[in-house]
């Protein structure tokens, strides 16, 4: 699914990342974990095509990311990677049925077709009744699965989180970490996942662990 080979990052004279080798599996939820300044969020950036590495390979579900240009990058982008953030990232001024839409209709999927998908996926998170809503209306939790839900509008290959859960309580904590395997068993995705939470990292199938730009462990 996502194969990695001699991943270098520097910005100036910093070297972030030296050397990363890594192969994640389809189906794998992955946890990377590590102290602040360890290079884990730039790694998540890079496997999310959202930086460039300085150098080394990135093959993601049969595609090498480097040979790609930017439209074709962007493409890709939408397509096969959905992302999850600490603070959700919902666009205020929309609905959560429409903030979930949003990259279907960037890929090109009609309105009503990306309409049914995303209130599908809302009903399937046990929000059916918050589809209407703006995210000022919901609660810390809500927000959070209705950032899954976009994540996963699309059917993408991978789905990427940074710190997913930090910004929750203890029980939404627990209700969305079992959320991702629940999807990874009914959707067949992939997760990779950035976290300080131990106990999220002690449930993943593998933990990876990123010590000054280099993995000690898998």
Known sequence: ??????????????????????????????????????????????????DKPDSGSIVINGQ??????????????????GFIFQF?????????????????????MSKPEAQDKALDLITMLGLSDRAEHKPNELSGGEKQRIAVARALVNDPAVVLADE????????????????????????????VIVTHDEKLAELTDRTIHLVDGQLKDR
Do not use: C, Y
Request: proline content about 3%.
């Open 64 to 81: 090498r990311i480097s040979g790609l240009k930017d439209k074709e990058l962007a493409r890709f982008r939408n397509q096969e990677i």
């Open 164 to 191: 997913p859960s930090g910004s929750l309580d203890t029980q939404n904590k627990e209700d969305l970490h079992q959320l991702f395997f629940d999807l990874r068993d009914r959707l067949g995705q992939t997760f």
């Open 1 to 50: 699914m996502i194969e990695i080979k001699n991943i270098t990052k520097s910005f100036g004279a910093l070297q972030v990342l030296k050397g990363i080798d890594l192969t994640i599996d389809k189906n794998e939820v992955v946890s990377i974990v590590g102290p602040s300044g360890s290079g884990k969020t730039t790694l998540l950036q890079i496997l999310g095509t959202l």
């Open 88 to 108: 959700h990232q919902l666009l205020p001024e929309f609905t959560a049925l429409e903030n979930v839409m949003m990259p279907a209709l960037i890929g090109g």
